[in-house]
Nanobody, 126 residues
Framework: QVQLVESGGGLVQAGGSLRLSCAAS????????IGWFRQAPGKEREGVSC????????NYADSVKGRFTISRDNAKNTVYLQLNSLKPEDTAVYYC???????????????????WGQGTQVTVSS
């Protein structure tokens, strides 16, 4: 069964850090770009970051540049999102999604992202 599973969310104080993981099962991530997205209550889902299949290309939303870092370990079939200097406005459910493409990655929500995880909650208290 093809599946993406996010983990690592939680409750943290402003200025704190979390590391989110996106683990794939039922398929290999080697051929997929991976995007991280988030959705806060009452808001639309937005793109946070993405990484190409090789890891050579990464993109970030302006709101998280310099604070979040995306990486991948294809041997572990897992992609990570390191969240540093967290702010209350980072509170959201975070999702990962997979897009089978050879080059580059798309930061925004796009129909090419065919596989989605169930999400992990990140709550940042002030």
């Amino acid at each position: 069964q093809v599946q993406l599973v996010e983990s690592g969310g939680g409750l943290v104080q402003a200025g704190g850090s979390l590391r989110l993981s996106c683990a794939a099962s039922g398929f290999t991530l080697d051929y997929y770009a991976i995007g991280w997205f988030r959705q806060a209550p009452g808001k639309e889902r937005e793109g946070v970051s993405c990484i190409s299949s090789s890891g050579g290309t990464t993109n970030y939303a302006d709101s998280v540049k310099g604070r979040f870092t995306i990486s991948r370990d294809n041997a572990k079939n897992t992609v990570y999102l390191q969240l540093n200097s967290l702010k209350p406005e980072d509170t959201a459910v975070y999702y990962c999604a997979a897009d089978r493409r050879r080059l580059g990655c798309l930061t925004g929500v796009n129909p090419r992202y065919g596989y989605w995880g169930q999400g992990t909650q990140v709550t940042v208290s002030s």
